[in-house]
């Protein structure tokens, strides 16, 4: 197995979850399948000279393709968005969660076949063999993942157009594609930042690489110092995603503000931080909380969310947040991200037999990182949000009214209780889920809140058990 696996790795340690959201109204399983293609590109070394004839054929056939696969792909997903909803009162909440699905379809179909212009149709040999080298920094990533991020911005606007338009809201496509455009770009630049700066430390200082090979572990310190550096600004880059007011100045502020207050001192969590975000005419109702220390915690309410639910319902979407922060979940995620670069290596390791070069490398590690992504951290996601609403019912001392809110915001988003996504079960479920436990604890939920807080625990100690033995091992392990 090559012996750059050591670095593809550390490379694999991305940013997941700077943010936990309460609310549908970002459906972040595509935002997260964005890291698919950026590996798939970063893993990619070049093998083949590539003729300047070949070049122009293999960036033609690309573009042909990617324009076919999103006419199809539209055509297609139209046609499975609104087939069998004829009745306009039972149309809305089917036609949502369609709309949830087809999103998804289509960011697995199109992350597939980028992964195949990268590997077969050669798509950086070609570019360089045209352009320019591709290690120019972010300049040459962001051009190479045009033919995934086109199509990518493009669909989802139209899904985001489609999806307000259910909800009796009329916005302009040009205004759909401006925000996706914002958003995509917010979200992309710190798993392209992360990356490029490993690969320039790596590559650009004379010895470093050698360095790394023989010793491993100082690769994991590097790569994780330089993730925990994102993770300590995730919320500053999250910040610019939104128009926002703090609290105190919107007219909500001064019923809330005791309200919220009351919560923090119960809770013995810092809130100092709340901003309503002004979604103004896409009326989205959303919460969430962001940053890793009490200095830089912040939460966001949405202005729809505030007129959609009374006060003491916001209050329990806001215990819902600060239960993210009461189970360290944000610092979880950083655990888990770190645990990515482990599951990458070791799932190489079982996978050496079927390895032979370095197009095979690459397939391997695309299809682990998407295994981990979307079946390891979209469990762990799942739990987050289960015990988050846990604790807010603990919180405010009432599950029905943490239900109450938690169906409101399904109303209010105009999305079915029966969607799921990769960060959240269905609100349906998590409703079912707090009743059964209100029934089993009679209503107090201290004991549940403090076997959670120890499973937590033991799980944490678990995942650092097994990096601490990788580590150990690895100059040891047949890589």
Same mark, same amino acid.
């Given at each position: 197995?090559?012996?750059?696996?050591?670095?593809?790795?550390?490379?694999?340690m991305?940013p997941l979850?700077?943010?936990?959201?309460?609310g549908?109204?970002?459906?972040?399983?595509?935002?997260f399948?964005l890291?698919i293609?950026?590996?798939?590109?970063?893993?990619?070394?070049p093998?083949?000279?590539?003729?300047?004839?070949e070049?122009?054929?293999?960036?033609g056939?690309?573009?042909?393709?990617?324009l076919?696969?999103?006419g199809?792909a539209?055509?297609?997903?139209?046609?499975?968005?609104?087939?069998?909803?004829?009745?306009a009162?039972?149309?809305?909440?089917?036609?949502?969660?369609?709309l949830?699905?087809?999103?998804?379809f289509?960011?697995?179909?199109l992350?597939?076949l980028?992964?195949?212009?990268?590997?077969?149709l050669?798509?950086?040999?070609s570019?360089?063999?045209?352009?320019f080298?591709?290690?120019?920094?972010?300049v040459?990533?962001?051009?190479?993942?045009?033919?995934?991020?086109?199509?990518?911005?493009?669909?989802?606007?139209?899904?985001?157009?489609?999806?307000m338009?259910?909800?009796g809201?009329?916005?302009?496509?040009?205004?759909?594609?401006?925000?996706?455009l914002r958003?995509?770009?917010?979200?992309?630049?710190?798993q392209?930042?992360y990356?490029?700066v490993?690969?320039?430390?790596?590559?650009?200082?004379p010895?470093?690489?050698?360095i790394?090979?023989?010793?491993?572990?100082?690769?994991?310190?590097v790569?994780?110092?330089?993730l925990?550096?994102?993770?300590?600004f995730?919320?500053?880059?999250?910040r610019?995603?939104?128009?926002?007011?703090?609290?105190?100045?919107h007219?909500?502020?001064p019923?809330?503000?005791?309200?919220?207050?009351?919560?923090?001192?119960?809770s013995r969590?810092?809130?100092?931080?709340?901003?309503?975000w002004?979604?103004?005419?896409r009326?989205i109702?959303?919460?969430?909380? $962001?940053?890793?220390? +009490?200095?830089? %915690?912040?939460?966001? =309410?949405?202005?729809?969310?505030?007129?959609s639910l !009374?006060? @003491?319902?916001?209050?329990?979407?806001?215990?819902?947040?600060l239960g993210?922060?009461?189970?360290?979940?944000?610092?979880f995620?950083?655990?888990?991200a770190?645990?990515?670069?482990?599951?990458?290596?070791w799932g190489?390791?079982?996978?050496?037999?079927?390895?032979?070069?370095?197009?095979?490398?690459?397939?391997?590690i695309?299809?682990?990182?998407?295994?981990y992504?979307?079946?390891?951290?979209g469990?762990?996601?799942?739990?987050f949000?289960?015990?988050?609403?846990?604790?807010?019912a603990?919180a405010?001392g009432?599950?029905?009214?943490v239900?109450?809110?938690?169906?409101k915001?399904?109303?209010?988003?105009?999305?079915?209780?029966?969607r799921?996504?990769?960060?959240?079960? $269905?609100?349906h479920? +998590?409703?079912? %889920?707090l009743a059964? =436990?209100?029934?089993?604890?009679?209503?107090?939920? !201290?004991? @549940?809140?403090a076997?959670?807080?120890?499973?937590?625990?033991?799980?944490?100690?678990g995942?650092?058990?097994?990096?601490?033995?990788?580590?150990?091992?690895?100059?040891?392990l047949?890589?």
């Open positions: 197995m090559p012996n750059s696996l050591f670095r593809t790795g550390f490379s694999c991305l979850g700077p943010a936990y959201w309460c549908y109204a970002m459906d972040f399983v595509t935002i399948l890291l293609p950026v590996i798939a590109l970063y893993v990619r070394t093998t083949a000279l590539v003729s300047t004839g070049a122009a054929l293999n960036l056939l690309v573009v042909v393709i990617t076919l696969f999103l199809i539209t055509a297609f997903l139209h046609a499975y968005i609104f087939r069998r909803t004829r009745h009162a039972a149309r809305d909440g089917e036609v949502s969660l369609r949830g699905r087809a999103g998804q289509f960011v697995y179909g992350a597939g980028y992964f195949a212009q990268v590997h077969y050669l798509l950086k040999e570019f360089e063999a045209i352009f080298p591709s290690e120019w920094f972010m040459s990533d962001l051009l190479l993942l045009q033919p995934f991020l086109v199509p990518f911005v493009l669909f989802r606007a139209w899904i985001s157009k489609l999806g338009r259910v909800r809201l009329e916005v302009s496509y040009r205004s759909e594609l401006v925000r996706q958003t995509t770009s917010l979200l992309l630049a710190p392209l930042l990356l490029n490993y690969r320039s430390i790596v590559q650009d200082i010895g470093l690489d050698d790394f090979t023989e010793h491993p572990l100082l690769g994991f310190v790569a994780g110092t330089l925990f550096t994102l993770f300590v995730s919320p500053y880059f999250i610019l995603l939104f128009t926002r007011v703090e609290l105190r100045h007219a909500a502020g019923e809330l503000l005791p309200m919220l207050d009351s919560l923090a001192r119960r969590i810092t809130l100092d931080r709340v901003y309503v002004l979604t103004r005419e009326r109702a959303n919460a969430a909380v $962001s940053g890793l220390f +009490r200095q830089q %915690r912040a939460v966001f =309410l949405t202005d729809h969310l505030l007129s !009374t006060p @003491p319902e916001v209050v329990a979407v806001v215990a819902h947040e993210h922060t009461r189970f360290l979940h944000l610092l995620n950083f655990l888990l770190i645990m990515s670069g482990i599951f990458v290596i190489m390791l079982l996978l050496d037999s079927f390895i032979h070069s370095q197009e095979d490398v690459g397939v391997a695309v299809l682990l990182e998407a295994v992504i979307t079946v390891v951290f469990l762990f996601a799942r739990r949000e289960r015990q988050a609403d846990l604790y807010a603990h405010v009432s599950a029905q009214l239900c109450a809110a938690l169906l915001l399904a109303t209010a988003n105009g999305v079915s209780v029966k799921s996504t990769l960060t959240h079960p $269905s609100i479920a +998590r409703v079912k %889920r059964a =436990l209100s029934r089993k604890y009679q209503g107090d939920f !201290t004991r @549940p809140v076997k959670a807080i120890g499973a937590n625990a033991g799980i944490a100690l995942l650092i058990g097994l990096f601490v033995y990788t580590m150990m091992e690895l100059g040891d047949p890589l």
